[in-house]
């Protein structure tokens, strides 16, 4: 009987054992993949993924813990993203429109800058539609535009100048925010 106890005792002892074996060597492997996953995600460089993934393995908590602490903070994925919002802030400033005379920003739908009061947007000589100074043509009609005085000289792009300034010169001048959206046939010459 005594043998008979000692044999189920030492079987219960051998199951127990090879269970946490079993249970020690998947912690390690899953130690392994979770270090392999985790510094992919986190670089592209192969050296430095083996070498954290071999350090985990040959040496498990200490590795582990070492890890941890020499990892790279960032995500590529978080590095990614935020790559993405400085690009949209960055498309968004250059999207804000600004006088052409002192720079400040305005609104699109201002015809005049609050700061030094310069005209920013203008009638087209054909059809009348408002049109911003650094317009070649009108959006609305496809009319090239010819300069409509001194101030938008500074304004507009040097792509009307190369173009040898195609369109007919009226000299005139649109002055008042009411004139700004009639044609220029039908607002006065300024002298």
Known sequence: MLAELSNTIATLIG???????????????????????DIRSRTRDWLAIALASLLVLVFPLVGLALYMMIRPRETLADVFDRALEEESLLRELESTLSCHSCGLPVQDHWNF???????????????????????????????????????????????????????????????????????????????
């Open 113 to 191: 800058c609050s700061n030094c009061h310069s005209q920013l947007r203008y009638a087209c000589s054909n059809c009348g539609k408002a049109m911003r100074h650094e317009w070649d043509i009108c959006v609305n009609c496809g009319e090239n535009q010819i300069e409509q005085g001194p101030s938008s000289r500074e304004g507009r792009s040097n792509s009307w100048h190369r173009a040898g300034g195609a369109g007919t010169t009226t000299g005139q001048e649109l002055t008042d925010s009411d004139a700004a959206f009639r044609p220029a046939q039908e607002s006065s010459p300024r002298s």
């Open 15 to 37: 199951i127990f054992v090879a269970l946490l074996g079993a249970f020690l060597f998947a912690f390690w492997v899953a130690m392994g993949i979770w270090t392999f996953n």
